[in-house]
Nanobody, 114 residues
Framework: QVQLVESGGGLVQAGESLRLSCAAS????????MGWYRQAPGKQRYLVARITAGGRTSYADFVKGRFIISRDNAKNTVYLQMNSLKPEDTAVYYC????????WGQGTQVTVSS
């Protein structure tokens, strides 16, 4: 089992940046890839970005060119750098670690005002 703790959410204006962090603990060795998802009120949860154990990254089309996912293996932490934020980026952002099943953090709220 993997425990995940997100931090870094908040309220920003459109065009500004935020960096989310996700600290992982527990059975880290079993993690195949980690990612960030988001869920807006009344909507389903969508994958935002993913990074493999080897460092390969992938992004949803709606964040390509604006968001960057990275990892610090020494700190067991994954980051999501969010630039040029838009009001439609407003959501709860969840960290995910996939072993043979999904492990989720508690989520962190990101609110972008226009």
């Amino acid at each position: 089992q993997v425990q995940l703790v997100e931090s870094g959410g908040g309220l920003v204006q459109a065009g500004e940046s935020l960096r989310l962090s996700c600290a992982a603990s527990g059975s880290i060795f079993s993690v195949k890839f980690m990612g960030w998802y988001r869920q807006a009120p009344g909507k389903q949860r969508y994958l935002v970005a993913r990074i493999t154990a080897g460092g390969r990254t992938s992004y949803a089309d709606f964040v390509k060119g604006r968001f960057i996912i990275s990892r610090d293996n020494a700190k067991n932490t994954v980051y999501l750098q969010m630039n040029s934020l838009k009001p439609e980026d407003t959501a709860v952002y969840y960290c995910n670690a996939y072993t043979n099943y999904d492990n989720w953090g508690q989520g962190t709220q990101v609110t972008v005002s226009s």
